[in-house]
């Protein structure tokens, strides 16, 4: 156990590393904080990206987490540039790879979870040596609705980040006598360009023509194609970024923070519905794909 007095808030200028910051969540949230005072390092998994960055004054690094040498080698830059101390971990780094789970070859499936679930987890046991030893630290996943909430056509995202919640679960557990506080927040629709991205993971992936989903896949195309807000009570990236402050700079950081309205109204209705209820909601909110 630590020997540490406790830290119990991070305050400016304490340094946060987060990934995925080229657009949407981790964008904004790097640029909050740096503008609230803190050290915030950004990393993306493009180096245009890390340039661009670099040009709106953020310390940002290539990061890509689907690689095991690549986070070892952008974590030895990081370490030198802040004197081998990270405050806390913003992990927001992700993607979606849309398509029914009988058309996910294992290929596919693998390469959802290198980054999402494996090179995320590789990352934070990373920091977790690190908090460990300089006493204290924060770890913050971004989860989804779709982390304890399944909707169709999704399911190589929706077990990304089930596998992301029984990892933060555990190792909040594990972590709690070294003064470390893990925490998750759990977004419904966010502006961003997640769907963007995942209509590109979807052509690479998915064989359309082959599938028996064919037809409700032309649905699907249809919302991943749409501009702005495809869902109901959609917000912006800073409802996810005020959480992150908020897990930072109080005492005691939630456990879970619960972003837009379907994410507070699913969380209560799967713990009081029948398993058989709830998917009859959950397919009318997945919307056959429309949503």
Same mark, same amino acid.
């Given at each position: ?26 964008? @904004?949230?790097? @640029?909050? =904080? ?13 180096? #245009?990206?890390? %340039?661009?960055?670099?040009? /709106? ?7 890509? =987490? ?14 030198? /540039? ?8 913003? %992990?927001?780094?992700?993607? &979606? ?9 294992? /290929?596919?499936? #693998? ?11 590789? =990352?934070? %046991? ?10 204290? &630290? +924060? ?25 992301? /919640? ?12 070294? !003064? ?7 977004? &419904? ?13 979807? +052509? ?13 896949? !032309? ?8 501009? &702005? ?20 700079? @109080? ?21 009081? =519905?029948? !398993? ?16």
């Amino acid at each position: 156990m630590s020997q540490h007095t406790p830290v119990t808030q991070l305050l400016p200028p304490s340094t946060i590393l987060i990934t995925g910051c080229s657009t949407g969540i981790g964008y @904004h949230t790097a @640029h909050l =904080l740096k503008d609230l005072g803190y050290n915030v390092i950004a990393t993306c998994r493009k180096q #245009e990206d890390v %340039n661009r960055l670099k040009e /709106e004054r953020l310390t940002c690094f290539q990061l890509d =987490l689907a690689c095991s040498v690549c986070i070892d080698f952008a974590l030895t830059e990081i370490l030198a /540039e802040t004197d081998g101390k990270i405050d806390a971990l913003f %992990n927001n780094g992700a993607f &979606g790879l849309p398509g029914a789970v009988e058309d996910l070859s294992r /290929e596919a499936m #693998e390469y959802q979870f290198r980054t999402n679930v494996f090179g995320t987890q590789e =990352l934070t %046991n990373k920091m977790v040596k690190i908090m460990r030893k300089q006493g204290h &630290g +924060k770890i913050i996943y971004n989860s989804s609705i779709l982390g304890f909430a399944a909707m169709q056509y999704r399911g190589a995202y929706n077990a990304s980040k089930f596998a992301i /919640e029984g990892f933060a679960d555990t190792l909040r557990i594990e972590v709690k006598q070294d !003064n470390i506080q893990v925490s998750l927040i759990e977004p &419904g629709p966010i502006l961003s360009d997640f769907r963007k991205n995942a209509f590109e993971q979807f +052509k690479r992936w998915i064989k359309i023509e082959e599938s028996a989903h064919q037809d409700k896949y !032309n649905a699907m195309i249809a919302r991943l194609e749409t501009v &702005g807000p495809s869902a109901p009570f959609t917000l912006g990236p800073e409802a996810v970024s005020k959480c992150v402050v908020h897990a930072l700079q @109080h005492k005691r950081a939630r456990i879970r923070y619960r972003v837009t309205v379907p994410t507070i109204v699913f969380a209560y209705l799967k713990r009081i =519905l029948p !398993n058989r209820w709830l998917d009859v909601l959950l397919i009318k909110a997945g919307g056959d794909g429309k949503r």
